[in-house]
């Protein structure tokens, strides 16, 4: 069996123009956020998680168990008292789905793992997503993303290696008001490996060290390159209670180096040491952060956690206080809004994204066995942020046409704001087939030292997220979720301030079991037809109807 998967997945890496696959995820297992974590391993992740759609409309992933659901909320809840409905968690370790929509898009996912031998194990994922008939909405565009993943886990008598190699391929077309466009390729190569030790910190030093290099770049245009490194080392030890082994002392440091180059160069670099420990009702850690920046200051903030679990740990009420600086990368913009066009010979002067304040606290509770709750709140002080901008210079002129096109495109803007978040999620298991979760963000922004502008831009002032899958019967299987999205504020080409439409879109999906590991599926995307936009005059999809097939093996 073993054999056959690995001829299957060769083969359909070599038919593949399409491809794609992302980072293996690093930390599957969570043993618990406010918890001491004496022994840091990780379990084998044996299915790549599906690449993002990075064109910026809602992932329409109504099938939860083969898709993560694509909307980020501002704050990550994870719990050592939680119960989470397992979404994205199968038997098999390979699948395939293959599907049509009725704008003439294909989609493709092909992720597979294999066992070469007791020491090696090799995943591989390929997608495809394109759309080969115009978005004729506000602005015409069309679009196709291929991407493309290997890593390898390698397993040694003093820990494991893991290795990995990302390949991500988009393109974007910029339609003018005639049937020419202006074509955007944007490339990136990701590579890199991390090792893990073996055993635990307990009166041990345990160590993770990784590193990763990546390099982002339109044909023809910009290019950024980055590297970057990680090393966490860690001591536990019954320093305070030496009686009690399950209430330990964690002695960490985490360090962190970011070089990033477009144009100039960026380097950041941070150490974060700090002191955890636990009781039978308490978790506490204590550090601080350390920035190093190259042509900066350097920078000082607080790391500060603390939980209290009540009612026999059906309850924990958590607080955090810290911040940090990060580089704005031409990756990470070009991922969010593709059809972004400042000149980045400058970008590097855009400096540092610093949040110098962040506070969150909140409630986590398990109502029941099978009830997860959160609510919480969230403020932070962030400098240097990227909003996006009309670019009223973005033109095109076409062999034998003396017209000159406006096309639709962004440049960027850099200002400093305060967020204020506050946050609500439940996970439910209302019964053995029946799996059910809930997001709320409601969020408010302000502008500090601005006096041309009132609002921040593309920010919601809500999002919501409800999803949902039933299993009916051995045969059917039915999914639902539900985005919906506050009004937001957006600058026309007149340099004037707009609002955004609210936005709200359905999906719905079943699957018809054929065999036992073989499924037809039909998936509706944006049930209502709504045309909104994630940014003005932004290319929007609308009612789209998928059918294909799933194939687990």
Known sequence: ??????????????????????????????????????????????????????????????????????????????????????????????????????????????RHYSDLSRTMSIGVGVKHYSSWL????????????????????????????????????????????????????????????????????????????????????ITGATQENQLNAKAHLAYSDNWINNKNVDNLQTAAADFEMNYNNIYQGQMLFAVNPYFTMNGSFYHLHAGIRLDFKEGDVMGLYPDVMGSVFVLDNMLEFY?????????????????????????????????????????QAGVKSKLANNIDAHFGVRYRNVKNSVFYVPDKDFYA?????????????????????????????????????????????????????????KHVWYKPSFTMNIRGDYEF??????????????KRWALNLNDEEVTLDPAFDIQLGADYQIQEDLAAFVEIHNLFHQKYQFYYNYPSLGFEIFVGLKYRF
């Not at 096309?407 to 019964?431: E, H, P």
């Open 319 to 359: 607080a955090k206080f810290g911040g940090r600086s990060k580089i704005n990368t031409f990756a990470d913009i070009v991922a969010e809004n593709p059809f972004v066009t400042t000149n980045f010979t400058q970008f590097s002067e855009f400096g540092y994204e610093k949040t110098r304040l962040d506070f």
């Open 1 to 110: 069996m073993k054999t056959k998967s690995l001829i299957i997945s060769i083969l359909f890496v070599c038919l593949a123009f399409i491809a794609n696959a992302q980072q293996h995820n690093e930390q599957i297992t969570v043993e618990g956020s406010y918890r001491p974590q004496i022994k840091r391993s990780e379990r084998l992740v044996k299915m790549p998680e599906t690449p993002e759609n990075k064109f910026n409309i809602p992932e329409y992933k109504a099938e939860t168990k083969d898709f993560n659901y694509g909307y980020n909320m501002e704050f990550e809840t994870m719990s050592a008292v939680s119960y989470k409905a397992d979404y994205g968690v199968e038997e098999k370790s390979n699948f395939l789905k293959a599907g049509l929509g009725t704008r003439l898009s294909p989609l493709f996912l092909f």
């Open 397 to 453: 002129t076409y062999d034998d046409d003396v017209t000159v096109y406006h096309l639709q495109a962004f440049g960027l803007s850099i200002m400093d704001c305060n967020v204020v978040n506050v946050l609500a999620d439940l996970r439910w298991k209302a019964m053995d087939k029946l799996n059910l979760a809930a997001e709320l963000s409601v969020n408010s922004y302000s502008l500090k030292n601005n006096a041309l502008y």
């Open 134 to 217: 115009n978005l004729d909405d506000y602005k015409k565009s069309s679009f196709m993303n291929n991407n493309f993943n290997v890593m390898t886990v390698n397993k040694f008598k003093g820990g494991q290696l893991r290795s990995f190699v990302n390949y991500k391929y988009d393109m974007y077309h910029l339609r003018a008001d005639v049937d020419n466009d202006n074509g955007r390729n944007i490339h990136s190569v990701n590579a890199g490996a991390k090792w893990l030790a073996n055993g635990s910190s307990y009166r041990n030093l345990y160590s993770e060290v990784g590193g990763d290099v990546r390099s982002t770049w």
């Open 473 to 486: 019967d051995e045969i059917w299987t039915f999914n639902a979720s539900m985005m919906m999205m506050g």
